[in-house]
């Protein structure tokens, strides 16, 4: 009986390329469907539409070839070397790629719906578009990599890193996001549904555009910035922060809520600030008067009562105007005690004149009369900012008792 040709696997009953040299080949739309390339040389080589469904290539080189259009659907490929390669629209359904190397591939449109991918590394890839719905990717490295409008619909990614991907427009619906590294990566535009990110670095991610609802994560994942604030896109940063607040909302988490909204105050208080200046640098006075205003009445804002989410500061600011009007009673001689013909300056009659109409609606009777025009005026000033700082000062208290 004559011996089975060397490239006849009897035993799997199926092509034996094990170890071939086929660098440089062209193997456009050829049917390679479970033949054994493990260990194959492919290097350059170009398969445009070929077939290697259930293929045994693992260890084989695909490198810096053409690929595009190619089926390795099922394909057995651990460790299998895809870099720089051309795969667009590829289909990698349900393979087997564990610590397959896909770094600097052109992936867009590529499908690895159900694949194990686990320990893959994809770094400086382009996969634009492409599928991993329902695909294990754990502890794969998926950093710098272009994810735009890609699929993660159920996958999991435990301890994946995504560190400064593009990840804008994505959906990870019911994905497993344990320990994943988003580290500076873009998730504008995302769909982030009901998923525990508390064990994810978050770390000046970029979220302007999401729609996050329901989610778990903590400030302190964010080490104090979204990404759009690092790179000083304050209306970005501004929206980053409106998504986190309607996010923690979501969760009841009424505390992270308000320091979200602070912080895209700021974000709106610099950017006007940024705005003015290069309005002024134009010299385009209109716009530069205006975001000059915004910028002013922020900073006004956030001064008195960060925002309506500091009692202390109303406080202070409640403290120096009683000072202040103080002072000017007994620069003005307004205040003249009954039964005699001259102003008091006394220090403690001034600042009780002065503390009880910041509290009261109407002048305090203490034994004082008000005289001359503007020290009338001045009363009722006081009088007025008064109210408004016990009406502000009330807002907050209830908000922080409502938490």
């Not at 501004?238 to 602070?262: D, H, M, P, Q």
Request: net charge negative.
């Amino acid at each position: 009986m004559d011996a089975p040709a060397v490239w006849w696997d009897a035993q799997g009953r199926r092509l034996n390329l094990s170890d071939a040299v086929l660098s440089g080949f062209s193997l456009t739309d050829a049917d390679l469907s479970d033949a054994n390339l493990k260990r194959a040389d492919l290097t350059k080589g170009v398969g445009r539409g070929m077939r290697l469904d259930g293929a045994l290539i693992e260890e084989a080189s695909f490198k810096n070839g053409d690929f595009s259009g190619a089926s390795f659907n099922a394909a057995v490929a651990g460790q299998a070397s895809f870099q720089g390669a051309m795969l667009e629209d590829a289909r990698f359904t349900s393979a087997h790629l564990r610590f397959a190397r896909f770094q600097a591939a052109l992936l867009d449109g590529t499908d690895f719906e159900a694949a194990d991918a686990w320990g893959a590394d994809f770094t400086g890839a382009d996969a634009d578009r492409t599928v991993f719905r329902n695909a294990r990717l754990d502890e794969a490295n998926l950093s710098d990599v272009n994810l735009t409008f890609s699929d993660f619909e159920g996958a999991s990614l435990k301890g994946t890193k995504l560190r400064g991907s593009r990840l804008r427009g994505s959906n990870f619906a019911n994905a497993t996001l344990s320990g994943t590294d988003f580290e500076g990566a873009d998730l504008s535009e995302t769909r982030l549904i009901r998923l525990d990110l508390s064990n994810s670095n978050l770390r000046h991610t970029r979220f302007n555009g999401a729609w996050i609802e329901g989610c778990r994560l903590r400030v302190e994942q964010l080490d104090g910035a979204v990404g759009e604030e690092i790179d000083r896109n304050y209306d970005g940063a501004r929206g980053s922060y409106s998504v986190l607040e309607a996010n923690f909302t979501s969760i009841g988490a009424k505390a992270e809520a308000g320091w979200a909204y602070k912080k895209g105050r700021k974000m709106g208080c610099l950017s006007s600030w940024t705005k003015a200046r290069e309005a002024t640098h134009r010299k385009d006075w209109g716009p530069a008067l205006l975001h000059t205003y915004a910028w002013a009445s922020d900073r006004f804002v956030e001064w008195l009562c960060d925002y309506g989410e500091s009692m202390s500061r109303v406080l202070r600011a409640f403290l120096i105007l009683i000072a202040l009007f103080a002072a000017l009673y007994g620069i003005l001689g307004g205040l003249v005690p009954h039964g005699e013909e001259t102003a008091t300056h006394s220090l403690i009659d001034i600042v009780s004149y002065s503390a009880l109409n910041m509290m009261t609606s109407n002048p305090p009777e203490i034994g004082m009369s008000v005289v001359g025009r503007t020290a009338n005026i001045l009363v009722g000033l006081q009088g007025a900012l008064g109210i408004i700082l016990m009406g502000l000062f009330g807002y907050i208290l209830g908000n922080r008792i409502r938490r």
